[in-house]
């Protein structure tokens, strides 16, 4: 056997033992608690708050992100990358669910300069799409994608929430942002496709988040999700920190109509029955848990997943060629995002009044290191 099939056979040997390392074991559960409830305030972000960042640095990255259910059974789920966090290129994407959760896909990466945001209020322009912001309750937003197009006018229904920055981190370690545009909206508008252009009503979700760091030195798990049950809306999260230091953060909203009712951290998130993707080799959770009784306002719900509808290879997405696929993946981490469907149930209390709520949702998991 010659030297280049020695060193093969050895680097093959190293990669398969080094795989295992990257391969990682879903837990039993994770379990995430404050030892008390943060008030973070029902305060809506401002204009300035949902225009771009100045952001310094080649690992900086900022979003905006619509989801929405039609009435018509499809859902949409649309980004606007101002630099995305994978390849650090402006990038467009849309992705339209059918009642039977079959998804319909598109990207479109931007060449630099194509996308001009505001630094002042919320407006977007490029090739790709636009968001407009009209006034204080009414966004329009549009993707002109190869094979799609779609328009529409979303209404605030329940208003936005951007929570108190630092409300358990310290300010000079608060590099991760999130600010809830419309926590819950009304969707009308059209989508072109195929050369048939049909009218549609929905409604829907709107945010927006910005980093100063890479999204790997920051996180490396977290998941998210809301809930729009009946006239309560939900929204919540569970982000771990790399940082030893810093707790995990752990946000709920709850609004009732047009009123916000709660806006707290450290509410207690479980996730449970967790599986492991065969091909992306990350876990994720099949059960979520949500509890939180605070100050005259009590929810307590239980998520259940039903299926899968998305699973995204970060690696490949960077642009990185085969080898270098490779390299990462084997040596060092295997970055995954999953968009999940499911049935949720449980009960809301507000003012000693319990309402039962049942339905479906979406989370999603970042698995990142």
């Not at 973070?40 to 900022?62: V, W």
């Not at 909203?253 to 509410?267: H, L, R, S, T, W």
């Not at 259940?304 to 699973?311: F, G, Q, S, T």
Request: proline share 5%.
């Amino acid at each position: 056997m010659n030297k280049v099939k020695i060193a093969f056979v050895v680097l093959m040997g190293l990669s398969l033992m080094l795989s295992a390392c990257t391969h990682l074991n879903p837990p039993v559960e994770i379990s995430g608690k404050s030892a008390s409830y943060i008030d973070c305030g029902k305060n809506p972000p401002t204009p300035g708050d949902m225009a771009r960042h100045t952001l310094k640095g080649e690992k900086t990255f900022e979003w905006w992100y619509f989801d929405g259910h039609l009435e018509t059974g499809e859902t949409f789920v649309g980004v606007f990358h101002a630099r995305s966090f994978t390849s650090g290129k402006p990038v467009v994407t849309f992705s339209l669910y059918g009642s039977d959760w079959v998804r319909d896909g598109y990207v479109r990466m931007l060449e630099e300069g194509d996308m001009k945001i505001s630094g002042e209020d919320l407006q977007l322009s490029s090739s790709a799409g636009y968001i407009r912001r009209l006034d204080d309750k009414t966004v329009l937003v549009g993707w002109d994608m190869k094979g799609i197009k779609a328009d529409f006018k979303l209404t605030t229904l329940a208003p936005g929430w951007l929570p108190a920055r630092g409300a358990d981190i310290p300010e000079e370690k608060n590099v991760f942002y999130w600010a809830v545009h419309q926590g819950r909206n009304r969707i009308e508008g059209t989508i072109l496709k195929n050369g048939v252009v049909r009218k549609v009503k929905g409604e829907g979700y709107a945010d927006h988040n910005w980093g100063t760091k890479a999204i790997h030195e920051i996180t490396p798990y977290w998941i998210w999700g809301r809930i729009l049950a009946g006239q309560y809306t939900l929204i919540y999260a569970n982000v771990s920190h790399n940082d030893p230091t810093l707790p995990a953060v752990l946000p709920l909203y709850i609004a009732k109509g047009d009123q916000m009712i709660a806006g707290v951290n450290g509410v207690t998130i479980r996730q449970r029955n967790f599986v492991t993707h065969p091909e992306r080799k990350r876990y994720y959770p099949q059960n979520v848990d949500i509890d939180y009784a605070g100050d005259g306002v009590e929810a307590h719900i239980r998520i259940r997943h039903k299926a899968l509808v998305e699973d995204r290879d970060l690696i490949a997405e960077a642009g990185l060629n085969p080898f270098k696929q490779w390299i990462a993946k084997t040596f060092i981490a295997r970055p995954a995002y999953f968009r999940i469907i499911a049935d949720y149930e449980g009960t809301i209390v507000e003012g000693g009044v319990t309402t039962p709520v049942k339905g479906e949702c979406l989370y999603e998991i970042m698995g990142l290191m």
